[in-house]
């Protein structure tokens, strides 16, 4: 278990629980089980006295959590037949973003995510799920796909921003972000989008700007990482807690401002903890989403999907 920096308390009792029970397991005799079962149990009310009353901050640490499940298990575990469909057609394959064809409960859908890697070797591949131009127009030319067929749309996000380099600006990064985001609002089919980790600027709202769009409990969903929030605005990164308290990224805050539609209830402790759990239930909050959406036609699901940001800043403001 990887432990985030609120979390040390946690691990120390979970730790000694641990020592206990290998303690057991190598003999001598002695009887360690209620003992270590105590610690499980205030183990069990640490963790739900820390995730009660998560800071914004501490939400973003959750949201970055390297154990969360990524958009590859989701899936994996959600979808069948899934075929990976690579290129844009006019440069290269991005690989911080997969997308294919797919069922989802035996439904044809075109699945659309952020991928940033599990390990040191896939997160350097993946760029930690930074999208490049690239990775964008490919997720374009899903979306027409999409259209063309009449497919919905399921976009899994989970990326701390577009990535800045020097080639994405100049093969277009911004254009190819700016015209991801018009495609969402175009295409006549359902768009769903589920924030499953951190939705990081217009990299996210390129895949986000969904006719319904959802957030695990414990992701976030912002213009800026509160890192960069702190440096332009008191040119310190170390106010990042300052920062991400007045960007009112959390679900929660989102779900007042009328900015995402619904918030998938996370296992205690987080997506990290039970991982089959946690996209259980995004698939059962899909499905719902959907159903709202099914014989809707073209014209009204693309009317329906452009008013509601239109109303947001209005929504917004009464907030």
């Known amino acids: 278990m990887n432990y985030l920096e609120f979390e040390k308390p946690l691990a120390e009792i979970e730790g000694k629980a641990e020592e206990l029970r290998a303690m057991a397991r190598t003999g001598g005799g002695v009887d360690l089980t209620k003992e270590a079962e105590g610690l499980d149990r205030k183990a069990e009310t640490a963790l739900r006295d820390l995730y009660k009353s ?38 290269a394959d991005d690989h911080a973003v997969m997308g294919g064809i797919a069922r989802f409960q035996d439904m044809p859908v075109v699945v659309i995510g952020h991928e940033k890697g599990n390990d040191t070797k896939t997160r350097i591949e993946r ?33 701390p921003g577009a990535y800045p380099g020097k080639g994405a600006e100049e093969r277009g990064q911004a254009e190819a972000i700016a015209r991801s985001t018009e495609k969402c609002l175009s295409i006549g089919v359902p768009l769903i989008s589920v924030v499953i980790g951190e939705g990081g600027s217009g990299g996210a709202v390129a895949f986000a700007t969904a006719n319904r769009l959802a957030m695990l409990e414990h992701s976030v969903y912002s213009v800026i990482s509160p890192e960069g929030c702190a440096s332009i605005l008191w040119k310190d990164a170390e106010k990042m807690r300052e920062a991400a308290d007045a960007l009112r990224l959390t679900a929660q805050d989102l779900q007042k401002l009328g ?3 619904r918030i998938v209830k996370e296992p205690m402790g987080g997506a990290q903890r039970a991982p089959a759990e946690t996209i259980d239930a995004v698939g059962k909050a899909i499905e719902a989403m ?29 907030a």
């Open 259 to 261: 900015i995402i539609d």
């Open 290 to 318: 959907l159903k709202e959406l099914s014989g809707k036609k073209p014209e009204a699901l693309i009317r329906d999907r452009r008013q509601k940001f239109l109303d947001m800043g209005a929504k917004g403001l009464a």
């Open 54 to 91: 998560l800071t914004a901050w501490q939400k973003c640490q959750v949201a970055r959590h390297p154990d969360r499940p990524h958009c590859k298990d989701y899936v994996e575990a959600l979808f069948t037949e899934f075929t990976a469909l690579a290129g844009d057609r006019a440069f």
């Open 127 to 159: 760029n930690f799920g930074m999208a490049r131009p690239e990775g964008y127009r490919k997720a374009i030319r899903l979306m027409d796909l999409a259209d063309r067929f009449r497919l919905p749309v399921i976009t899994l996000v989970d990326t």
